[in-house]
Nanobody
Framework: QVQLVESGGGLVQPGGSLRLTCVPSESIFNFAAMGWYRQAPGKQRELAAI???????TYTDSVKGRFTISRDNAKNTVYLQMSSLKPEDTAVYYC???????????WGQGTQVTVSS
């Protein structure tokens, strides 16, 4: 069973920045796609950003220009750098990796991001 460990959430003021980190229990090279989803209270979980094994990135419109997803192969880590944060970015953020070997997706436990003054 793949384990994904997230960290970096917290409380930040509007306009501030946070960096989320997701570390898998096996090599990052075992995954075809690595993404960050978020779920706000009373809303469905939505994709925020995704990066493929080839480095291709996709962002939902509401975060384009403010969020950056990246990977560090040496540290076996995927990041979500969030800037110019808005109250509507408040949500639980989950990392989600799709494993090449079985094409199954795996979820982290979630990390809370709260944007409030």
């Amino acid at each position: 069973q793949v384990q994904l460990v997230e960290s970096g959430g917290g409380l930040v003021q509007p306009g501030g920045s946070l960096r989320l980190t997701c570390v898998p229990s096996e090599s990052i090279f075992n995954f075809a796609a690595m993404g960050w989803y978020r779920q706000a209270p009373g809303k469905q979980r939505e994709l925020a950003a995704i990066i493929t094994s080839g480095g291709y990135t996709t962002y939902t419109d509401s975060v384009k220009g403010r969020f950056t997803i990246s990977r560090d192969n040496a540290k076996n880590t995927v990041y979500l750098q969030m800037s110019s944060l808005k109250p509507e970015d408040t949500a639980v953020y989950y990392c989600n990796f799709r494993r090449v070997a079985d094409w199954n997706t795996h979820w982290g436990q979630g990390t809370q991001v709260t944007v409030s003054s």
